[in-house]
């Protein structure tokens, strides 16, 4: 009877498992977001190069680690040294990805303002890396696309693609199979509106997320995230009133509004929770907590689940969730 009521006991004391969450997720920040769930089973997120907490030095390529992409913790930097291929500049947008038996990590390598942006590629055998860096795949001069930052990697018909782009056009190009150089020509894929590329396949349709609007302006940020569909990878897109994204269309499903807690929601990627429901994962900034100490805008990590309407993706009430919402389902 002890031992009965020794484990009950200590089953009483075990914490209830959480049911609720609400953002953001992991803070102070983690801008320009991109996730993968590992062969391990974990959530990795990767952000863009900041300096937050009493490290005057910036994180290059900060990465979090997860179980249930709710509770967060910071695992190390992508990078023990920048990539040199280019003079000057910083690691923005990178885009995580596991492919030929390797973590693929592609990056864009640029400064504000910069006439010269390029991309690059670096590869590791474990998510949390160090990332051996493979160098660039072209600079803006080079493929002849201004701002060419935001890479985005794809697999369509076991060929591999990298979309990219920042307010100069979205465009796509083939890969090599190892993905380490380009093939052939580019093609575009959205208007000048756009930055952020993102492209799901559900349903026989492929869905473009964007963002519009400015990233970076604190609490007058307007960033947000709009989308565009297309029965080919490589388009054309329209979104609901059928508007080609080539001439600037897209169905908005996340922004802000004056009353909205947070500024500036978008450069988003998706993932898939253990129901195999998706989730928009994103950056947004508070607004009564709008930038760090460097001066840089704060955009801590956000999650929303996507809501499947009629063949379209919606966020529910079009702006991040403020209040507690229902966790991902985990095993």
């Known amino acids: 009877m002890a031992i009965i009521l020794a484990g009950c006991s200590q089953e009483a004391e075990q914490p209830a498992e959480t049911e609720s969450f609400a953002n953001p997720v992991y803070e102070p ?11 391990d089973g974990s959530y990795y997120a990767y952000g863009t190069e900041d300096a937050w907490g009493d490290d005057s030095e910036t994180k290059l390529v900060p990465i979090s680690r997860s ?4 509770d967060w913790e910071f695992v190390g930097e992508a990078f023990e040294e920048k990539p040199d291929w280019k003079t000057a500049g910083d690691l923005w947008a990178p885009d995580i990805q596991f492919y030929n038996d390797q973590y693929m990590l592609f990056y864009s390598l640029s400064l504000w303002g910069d006439s010269n942006p390029g991309i690059g590629v670096a590869v590791a055998a474990s998510p ?3 990332f051996e860096d493979k160098g660039k795949l072209f600079t803006s001069e080079e493929i002849g696309v201004d701002n060419s930052i935001d890479p985005f990697f794809y697999v369509e018909d076991e060929v591999p693609y990298l979309a990219w782009g920042s307010f100069h056009g979205i465009y796509g190009i083939e890969l090599s199979q190892d993905g380490l150089t380009t093939v ?6 959205a208007g000048e509106d756009y930055e952020a590329p993102y492209i799901i396949e559900r349903d026989g349709f492929y869905y473009f997320f964007g963002s519009k609007g400015s990233c970076c302006d604190g609490q007058d940020s307007t960033y947000h995230v709009a989308v565009g569909r297309s029965e080919n990878f490589k388009g054309p897109y329209v979104d609901r ?3 080609t994204l080539l001439d600037n269309g897209g169905t908005t499903i996340l922004s802000s509004d004056e009353e909205s807690k947070f500024a500036g929601p978008g450069h988003n990627s998706v993932i898939k929770d253990e129901a195999g429901e998706d989730w928009l994962v994103y950056h947004a900034i508070e607004k009564a907590d709008p930038v760090l100490w460097t ?7 956000m999650i929303d689940p996507i809501i499947w309407e009629d063949g379209w993706p919606a966020i529910e009430g079009g702006q991040p969730s403020e209040e ?8």
Do not use: C, W, Y
Request: hydrophobic share 40%; glycine share 10%; no cysteine.
């Open 29 to 39: 920040v983690l801008a320009d977001p991109s996730i993968i769930q590992a062969e």
């Open 67 to 70: 179980t249930n992409l709710i």
């Open 128 to 130: 949390a890396g160090p």
């Open 184 to 189: 052939g020509e580019k093609f575009q894929l």
């Open 241 to 243: 009133e059928g508007k």
């Open 295 to 301: 001066g840089a805008s704060r955009r801590p990590l």
């Open 324 to 331: 507690e919402i229902p966790v991902p389902v985990m095993d």
